[in-house]
């Protein structure tokens, strides 16, 4: 499946204004209710777990054959969302099945201790005269949910997240872009068998607090291999924070399981422009990878459009934290009228407690089309999870802007990175790190560490660079046969790093 098609469909949906067409059929709730505590889907999940898969029945052929043109005529009416008309400070509105989402996700409102479902009504939407008129039975639901509060203006509900397709959800921080998605769950991620997409099945929103800035939303997940259950505390703001705790539940031996997964899209910039013709300096929704590893490195690797599937793995044991990151900040560094790519948040992933060993994963898929999430990473624990084994984890990610609080140690980042090639033969690369307090006057107190592997290159050359104030590290390589080169930088100051490590993999193109 191309998720950038969901992602597109998905944005289509949530542009059109909430508030252009009246409506009188709000979400309903079902008269039947069932306890509902702490424990509630774990149990459900545990249960599940001990019986063989059973997919979710399709919708009907006809919904699922709708195109995307015909998706975008039907739309959730705003005026009809959950909570509309009382004084809880969340709107959550649904969305239609059908195209990209063959099945439906059953949901819940929690409130005092009882979980009733939400009726399917196809009242809450409105459609044009060009919808077909499709038929309607007992397999129908609602395909996914979008999140609304007062985030910039009081009675003006903005929306801050969606979860939809699969187990993929996304957020942003105020006044942001989507960009990148996150999954509940990545499983055998780029094995030559074929990956394998878990599912948020059913959804639990309790009702907050009439003060409360923050919505909790359960999830359940099914899958061949696995099951799982979710907790998501989401608070909003300029910063959105979603603090996640699950309890997986494996039916099958895991052996590839990527924890706290990130989806994005990297078509090209600085180090590769040679391949696109383009009008825009780049196209990416995020373009590093941030690490802070165990033993308190903090590591920076750009990410790359290959020419061939490549797959990197950090080993590493307690990390404290990684992410994808979009650097680039101003509407120049894209030129992008429509995209939008320099507002789009960057996520960052904290363990909630000691993970033990395992390897951050980077997957870098081919792409010649910006259509395409070609970059997945996550974390990938070093021993496999046993068929009918529990493994519990939490995490909190940050969707914003500049959401990293880890460098405060190690306060010079990596802004950007080019390459390219030089008349005289090789290649130059150009690192520019940002200026700070911290960075001597003085360039040559600073000490250059540049590893190339087998490839010949030359010593580092540091100046300062007078459009960002801060220093830039540029050396020459000959790649002479090799298909492909890892280098490491960083800059040093009395013994110490100064700087983040810079690493980075070239292919031959």
């Given at each position: 499946?191309?998720?950038?098609?969901?992602?597109?469909?998905?944005?289509?949906?949530?542009?059109?204004?909430?508030?252009?067409?009246?409506?009188?059929?709000?979400?309903?709730?079902?008269?039947?209710?069932?306890?509902?505590?702490?424990?509630?889907?774990?149990?459900?999940?545990?249960?599940?777990?001990?019986?063989?898969?059973?997919?979710?029945?399709?919708?009907?052929?006809?919904?699922?054959?709708?195109?995307?043109?015909?998706?975008?005529?039907?739309?959730?009416?705003?005026?009809?969302?959950?909570?509309?008309?009382?004084?809880?400070?969340?709107?959550?509105?649904?969305?239609p099945p059908g195209l990209y989402f063959p099945q439906a996700v059953a949901m819940h409102v929690v409130a005092e201790g009882e979980a009733r479902p939400i009726a399917f009504d196809m009242g809450v939407f409105d459609r044009t005269d060009q919808f077909p008129d499709l038929p309607v039975d007992d397999t129908l639901g609602y395909s996914g949910l979008r999140l609304r509060a007062e985030l910039e203006k009081q009675g003006?509900?903005?929306?801050?997240?969606?979860?939809?397709?699969?187990?993929?959800?996304?957020?942003?921080?105020?006044?942001?872009?989507?960009?990148?998605?996150?999954?509940?769950?990545?499983?055998?991620?780029?094995?030559?068998?074929?990956?394998?997409?878990?599912?948020?099945?059913?959804?639990?929103?309790?009702?907050?607090?009439?003060?409360?800035?923050?919505?909790?939303?359960?999830?359940?997940?099914?899958?061949?291999?696995?099951?799982?259950?979710?907790?998501?505390?989401?608070?909003?703001?300029?910063?959105?924070?979603?603090?996640?705790?699950?309890?997986?539940?494996?039916?099958?031996?895991?052996?590839?399981?990527?924890?706290?997964?990130?989806?994005?899209?990297?078509?090209?910039?600085?180090?590769?422009?040679?391949?696109?013709?383009?009008?825009?300096?780049?196209?990416?929704?995020?373009?590093?990878?941030?690490?802070?590893?165990?033993?308190?490195?903090?590591?920076?690797?750009?990410?790359?459009?290959?020419?061939?599937?490549?797959?990197?793995?950090?080993?590493?044991?307690?990390?404290?934290?990684?992410?994808?990151?979009?650097?680039?900040?101003?509407?120049?560094?894209?030129?992008?009228?429509?995209?939008?790519?320099?507002?789009?948040?960057?996520?960052?992933?904290?363990?909630?407690?000691?993970?033990?060993?395992?390897?951050?994963?980077?997957?870098?898929?081919?792409?010649?089309?910006?259509?395409?999430?070609?970059?997945?990473?996550?974390?990938?624990?070093?021993?496999?999870?046993?068929?009918?084994?529990?493994?519990?984890?939490?995490?909190?990610?940050?969707?914003?802007?500049?959401?990293?609080?880890?460098?405060?140690?190690?306060?010079?980042?990596?802004?950007?990175?080019?390459?390219?090639?030089?008349?005289?033969?090789?290649?130059?690369?150009?690192?520019?790190?940002?200026?700070?307090?911290?960075?001597?006057?003085?360039?040559?107190?600073?000490?250059?560490?540049?590893?190339?592997?087998?490839?010949?290159?030359?010593?580092?050359?540091?100046?300062?660079?007078?459009?960002?104030?801060?220093?830039?590290?540029?050396?020459?390589?000959?790649?002479?046969?090799?298909?492909?080169?890892?280098?490491?930088?960083?800059?040093?100051?009395?013994?110490?790093?100064?700087?983040?490590?810079?690493?980075?993999?070239?292919?031959?193109?």
């Amino acid at each position: 499946m191309i998720r950038r098609d969901v992602l597109k469909a998905i944005a289509a949906l949530a542009a059109l204004p909430a508030t252009a067409w009246a409506g009188d059929n709000r979400l309903a709730l079902k008269e039947t209710a069932a306890p509902f505590g702490p424990d509630t889907v774990t149990n459900r999940a545990r249960i599940l777990a001990s019986k063989p898969y059973a997919p979710r029945p399709m919708i009907p052929e006809a919904w699922r054959k709708l195109t995307y043109d015909q998706y975008r005529q039907i739309w959730f009416d705003g005026r009809n969302a959950l909570w509309e008309g009382t004084d809880v400070p969340q709107r959550v509105d649904v969305f239609p099945p059908g195209l990209y989402f063959p099945q439906a996700v059953a949901m819940h409102v929690v409130a005092e201790g009882e979980a009733r479902p939400i009726a399917f009504d196809m009242g809450v939407f409105d459609r044009t005269d060009q919808f077909p008129d499709l038929p309607v039975d007992d397999t129908l639901g609602y395909s996914g949910l979008r999140l609304r509060a007062e985030l910039e203006k009081q009675g003006i509900f903005q929306e801050y997240a969606v979860f939809q397709g699969a187990s993929y959800f996304r957020g942003i921080g105020t006044g942001e872009t989507y960009g990148l998605s996150a999954r509940g769950l990545a499983l055998k991620t780029g094995d030559p068998a074929g990956e394998e997409f878990p599912d948020f099945t059913a959804f639990w929103l309790e009702r907050p607090a009439a003060d409360s800035n923050s919505l909790v939303l359960h999830a359940l997940l099914d899958s061949p291999s696995c099951t799982g259950a979710y907790r998501f505390e989401i608070t909003h703001g300029p910063v959105l924070q979603m603090k996640v705790r699950a309890t997986l539940f494996a039916r099958e031996e895991l052996t590839h399981l990527g924890i706290a997964p990130l989806t994005s899209m990297f078509l090209f910039d600085d180090t590769m422009r040679q391949r696109f013709s383009d009008f825009r300096p780049a196209v990416h929704d995020s373009d590093g990878l941030l690490m802070h590893n165990g033993i308190g490195e903090v590591i920076w690797r750009p990410l790359s459009n290959p020419l061939n599937l490549q797959i990197s793995s950090f080993v590493d044991n307690n990390p404290r934290g990684f992410g994808l990151l979009q650097r680039k900040r101003q509407f120049s560094d894209f030129n992008d009228l429509e995209a939008l790519y320099h507002n789009r948040p960057a996520v960052w992933i904290t363990p909630g407690e000691d993970w033990g060993k395992g390897a951050v994963t980077l997957v870098e898929i081919p792409a010649d089309l910006e259509i395409y999430d070609n970059i997945v990473s996550y974390w990938r624990p070093a021993t496999p999870l046993p068929a009918g084994a529990e493994h519990k984890m939490s995490y909190t990610m940050h969707w914003g802007a500049d959401p990293v609080a880890v460098t405060a140690d190690v306060p010079v980042k990596v802004l950007n990175t080019a390459i390219g090639g030089r008349m005289e033969g090789g290649q130059v690369v150009v690192i520019d790190f940002a200026p700070g307090p911290e960075v001597p006057e003085d360039l040559s107190e600073i000490e250059v560490v540049i590893r190339g592997g087998e490839v010949p290159l030359t010593p580092g050359i540091l100046q300062r660079n007078p459009e960002t104030n801060g220093p830039r590290l540029a050396f020459t390589f000959q790649p002479e046969d090799a298909a492909f080169a890892e280098f490491r930088a960083q800059l040093r100051l009395a013994g110490e790093p100064l700087s983040e490590v810079w690493l980075y993999r070239w292919t031959r193109t």
